[in-house]
C-alpha cells in the first residue's frame, strides 16, 4: 500500500458542486501539503499544515479550504467548483524535524479533477 | 519575486548523456531538490544540495553553485525509462519550496 494515499483519482464534477479530496499517510510526519499542477507550470501550493492545529494558505488557496482531521489525514474542499480548477492535485508529506532530514517531500499519486 | 527557471524541453539520444540546467533567484537558499516525474504520476525524489559542488547517484548527479544561483541536474547511460519531466525545486529562508516548471526530457532510440 502506499504511504500517501489520496482519494478519488479521478473526479468529473460540474460547475458549483462542492467537491472533497482527501489524504491520508502512514509515514507519521506531522507537514502536510496540497499542491496543484497545471501544463506549462509548476507545482502550486493551496494549503500547508505543519501540525493538527496548525493551518496555512499557500499561494493559491482562494476558492479552497482544507481540514486537518488528525495527523494523518488532510482533507482540501472546493466549496464551489469552477472549471479553472480543472487541474492534477496533489497531497505531500514531509519532516523537517527528523534528525538529517532534508524536508523531502513524498507524494500521494494524485488526484485528477475535472471541472465542467 | 522568486523565480526557478529550466528548459522546457529536452531530447536526447538512449545511452548518451544529458545535462537539465536550473537557475534560481530566490528569498534565502536552503537546499535544491531535484525530482523525477513521469507523466500523470507523482514526483519522485532524486537529489538534494544544499553544498556546493556535485552529488553522485548512480547514474544521475546533481550540482549546486550558490554563488551563481545555478543547479544541474546530469544524467548518464540514459535509458528509455528516463522519459520524464524533471523538477527544480529550492527550498527558501521560509523553509517553502519553490518549483519551476519542469523540463520534460525525451529520449530517442
Known amino acids: 500500500d502506499a504511504d500517501v494515499t489520496q482519494t478519488p483519482r479521478n473526479r468529473i464534477t460540474k460547475t458549483g458542486k462542492r467537491i472533497m479530496l482527501e489524504c491520508s499517510q502512514t509515514?507519521?510526519?506531522?507537514?502536510m501539503y496540497w499542491y496543484r499542477q497545471d501544463p506549462g507550470l509548476g507545482l502550486r501550493l493551496i494549503y500547508y499544515s505543519f501540525d493538527v492545529k496548525d493551518i496555512n494558505k499557500g499561494e493559491i488557496s482562494d476558492g479552497y479550504s482544507v481540514s486537518r482531521q488528525a495527523q494523518a489525514k488532510f482533507s482540501l474542499s472546493l466549496e464551489s467548483a469552477i472549471p479553472n480548477q480543472t487541474a492534477l492535485y496533489f497531497c505531500?508529506?514531509?519532516?523537517?524535524?527528523?534528525?538529517?532530514?532534508?524536508?523531502?517531500?513524498?507524494f500521494g499519486e494524485g488526484s485528477r479533477l475535472t471541472v465542467l | 519575486g522568486q523565480n526557478i527557471d529550466q528548459p522546457t524541453e529536452m531530447t536526447a539520444t538512449e545511452g548518451a548523456i544529458v545535462q537539465i540546467n536550473c537557475t534560481y533567484q530566490?528569498?534565502?537558499?536552503?537546499?535544491l531538490f531535484w525530482y523525477q516525474q513521469h507523466a500523470g504520476e507523482a514526483p519522485t525524489f532524486l537529489s538534494y544540495?544544499?553544498l556546493d559542488g556535485l552529488e553522485e547517484k548512480g547514474r544521475f548527479s546533481s550540482f549546486l553553485s550558490r554563488s551563481k544561483g545555478y543547479s544541474y541536474l546530469l544524467l548518464k547511460e540514459l535509458q528509455m525509462k528516463d522519459s520524464a519531466s524533471y523538477l527544480c525545486?529550492?527550498?527558501?529562508?521560509?523553509?517553502?519550496?519553490?518549483w519551476g516548471a519542469g523540463t520534460k526530457l525525451i529520449i530517442k532510440p
Open positions: 530566490t528569498s534565502g537558499f536552503n537546499g
Open positions: 505531500a508529506t514531509s519532516d523537517l524535524r527528523q534528525g538529517g532530514d532534508t524536508g523531502e517531500l513524498f
Open positions: 544540495n544544499v
Open positions: 509515514k507519521g510526519h506531522d507537514r
Open positions: 525545486a529550492v527550498l527558501d529562508s521560509n523553509y517553502q519550496l519553490i
